[in-house]
């Protein structure tokens, strides 16, 4: 399977990224907003976006199983979306985000059906899995209203700026499909 194959949901692209995504990537994607549930940190130089970008264009080229999209809106990135594969255990992890101007709209639902479709019919895997801050719950709607599976809290399993936090594990197995 070629890395980072196009993929199409009903209103949006998720394609590679290029280096013509830094301007929007800085503007939109590392703001206090998005990054506040992530693992970023916010208000990237245009420097650092790009070097970020680079090391997804190269990861393209040289590895294996290397799915990181951006996700477009009349060709405007967005929002990225990362898959993490390990063929050992047939599994695959996803996490995501979006720039918040389009939050509310149902996309990262869509988003997330179409790339476990990709998952199970395209790569082969068995499960799917992502999971969430406790914190932020609009994300497990998505993770539930796309099909997945509540597993159980993670007591404490992150710490975030010295703070410990919850996470809500979710997955879909492929036998949960029909
Ligand atoms: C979380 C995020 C991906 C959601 O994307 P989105 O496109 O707005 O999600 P959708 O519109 O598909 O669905 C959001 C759902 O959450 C619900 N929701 C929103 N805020 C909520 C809250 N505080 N509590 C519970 N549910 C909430 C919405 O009502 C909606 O459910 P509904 O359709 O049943 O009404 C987006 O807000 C984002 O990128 N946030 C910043 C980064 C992030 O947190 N990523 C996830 C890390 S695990």
Request: charged share 30%; proline share 2%.
């Amino acid at each position: 399977m070629k890395n980072t194959p196009t993929l199409h949901t009903e209103h949006l692209v998720l394609d590679r990224f290029t280096l013509e995504d830094v301007p929007a990537v800085r503007d939109t994607l590392y703001t206090e907003a998005v990054c506040r549930n992530l693992f970023i940190t916010p208000n990237k130089t245009t420097e650092e976006v790009t070097e970020n970008i680079q090391w997804l264009l190269d990861g393209y080229e040289t590895k294996e199983d290397f799915h990181q999209w951006a996700v477009r809106e009349n060709s405007l990135c967005v929002g990225r979306v990362m898959l993490t594969v390990s063929r050992r255990f047939h599994t695959g992890t996803v996490a995501y985000y979006l720039a918040e101007s389009t939050w509310g709209k149902g996309y990262m639902t869509e988003i997330l059906k179409r790339v476990i479709d990709f998952c199970f019919d395209d790569l082969g895997l068995n499960r799917v899995e992502a999971d969430h801050f406790a914190r932020n719950p609009a994300s497990g709607r998505v993770m539930e209203k796309a099909g997945m599976i509540k597993e159980g809290v993670l007591r404490q399993k992150y710490c975030k700026d010295g703070e410990f936090l919850d996470a809500v594990q979710y997955a879909i197995l492929k036998s949960d499909r029909n």
